[in-house]
C-alpha cells in the first residue's frame, strides 16, 4: 500500500482466486446501489468473481463508512481503494488493475446499474471463450425520466445506446470503460494513456491503439447509465474534453478523420467569428423551452464548435 492509497477489504478478499476482478471508480458519486446489484446477482459467480472499488480522492468519511458497510455485506471478495486526492479517470484504472487478481477486468462505472440478473454470468462466459476486448453496451432502461436530463437522454439514445450489431461497425469507437471487459494480458500491453486530463476520449484512444494488435467484440449485454447530465454539465464535460480530442487527433489522425465529430470540426474550423455564433449556441442548447430535438442538434455543434478549435 501506498502513502496515498487505504485499503478496506471485506472477510471474503484474503485468499480469492478470482477468474474476474470487477473495476469500479467513483468520486463523489454514491455506488452502493451497483454494489448490491452485483452481489444479489453474484449467484454462481461466487468464488470466480471480485469487487475493487477506488475512491478517487473524494475526501467524505460518512460516504467512505457506508460503502466499507455495503462491502461488508458483500458475499463476494471486495477490497475499497481511498485516494487521499483526486488521481483522474486514466490514471484511477490504471490503480484499479493494479489491486485486481482475476485473469480479466470489468471495468463498470459507478452509476452503472445491470440490466439484466445474469450480468455477471453472461461476462464470465465471455472470460471462458478467451475473449481479449469485449463491450457489454448501456442503456437508460432503469434511468428515471427527469425533465432536467431530457436532453442527455435524447443524444445518447441516439448515440450511445446501441445494440452489438450496430457498434460492430466501428469496433474501436464504442469502447466506454461504463461496461468493458479486457484481458489481463492486454491491457498489460495497452494501459490508459494517463496523459489525459479532466472528462473524456481516454477510453476511445485506449480502443484505437488496442484495435491494432487484437479485436474488439461487441455483445448485447447492457447496464443502465443512471447518472444522466443536466445540459450546462453536459457543456461544461465537452469544455473539459476539447483538450483530450486534440490529443485524439495528433496520436490517430487516420481513425478520427472518419469521425462526424472530427468532418464537423474541420468544416466549422473554417466558419468566421466562432467567438460570437458559438456561445448562442451553448444558450440555446441550455435553453429548456426549446424542442429537445432543435437543442440537442444546436449541443453537437457546440461540440464541433469547441473542437474545431482543435483539429
Not at 489491486?99 to 477486468?105: D, L, Y
Not at 448485447?220 to 447509465?225: C, E, I, L, M, R
Not at 460570437?276 to 464548435?305: G, S
Amino acid at each position: 500500500m501506498s502513502q496515498t492509497e487505504s485499503l478496506a477489504d471485506n472477510a471474503a478478499w484474503p485468499g480469492a482466486t478470482p477468474a474476474l476482478s470487477v473495476l469500479i471508480p467513483f468520486k463523489g458519486d454514491d455506488p452502493r446501489r451497483l454494489l448490491q446489484a452485483l452481489g444479489d446477482g453474484a449467484g454462481q459467480a461466487a468464488g470466480q468473481v471480485e469487487i475493487v472499488v477506488l475512491d478517487d480522492g473524494t475526501a467524505d468519511p460518512e460516504l467512505t463508512a457506508n460503502v466499507t458497510e455495503t462491502l461488508a455485506g458483500l458475499c463476494l471478495p471486495a477490497r475499497l481503494v481511498t485516494l487521499a486526492s483526486n488521481e483522474g479517470r486514466a490514471k484511477g484504472r490504471n490503480r484499479l488493475v493494479a489491486h485486481a487478481r482475476g485473469g480479466w477486468f470489468l471495468f463498470l462505472d459507478s452509476d452503472m446499474l445491470p440490466d439484466a440478473p445474469d450480468f455477471l454470468a453472461v461476462w464470465l462466459d465471455e472470460t471462458r471463450q478467451d475473449t481479449a476486448v469485449a463491450f457489454g453496451g448501456f442503456s437508460l432502461k432503469q434511468a428515471p425520466p427527469l425533465p432536467e436530463h431530457a436532453l442527455h437522454r435524447a443524444m445518447a439514445t441516439h448515440s450511445d445506446c446501441l445494440d452489438a450489431a450496430e457498434r460492430r461497425h466501428a469496433p474501436e469507437k464504442h469502447v466506454f470503460t461504463s461496461n468493458l471487459l479486457v484481458r489481463r494480458d492486454v491491457f498489460a500491453a495497452e494501459a490508459f494513456d494517463e496523459g489525459f486530463a479532466g472528462w473524456g476520449w481516454e477510453d476511445v484512444e485506449w480502443g484505437m491503439r488496442v484495435a491494432r494488435r487484437w479485436p474488439i467484440r461487441h455483445i448485447d449485454n447492457p447496464a443502465t447509465h443512471l447518472g444522466l447530465d443536466t445540459a450546462r454539465t453536459m457543456a461544461a464535460k465537452y469544455e473539459q474534453s476539447a483538450a483530450n480530442f486534440a490529443r485524439v487527433v495528433a496520436a490517430h489522425p487516420e481513425v478520427v478523420a472518419g469521425y462526424p465529430s472530427y468532418r464537423a470540426a474541420r468544416l466549422l474550423k473554417r466558419a468566421p467569428l466562432r467567438g460570437l455564433w458559438r456561445p448562442a449556441l451553448k444558450a440555446f442548447a441550455l435553453a429548456e423551452a426549446a424542442p429537445v430535438a432543435a437543442r440537442a442538434f444546436a449541443m453537437r455543434l457546440y461540440r464541433a464548435a469547441l473542437y474545431a478549435e482543435a483539429v
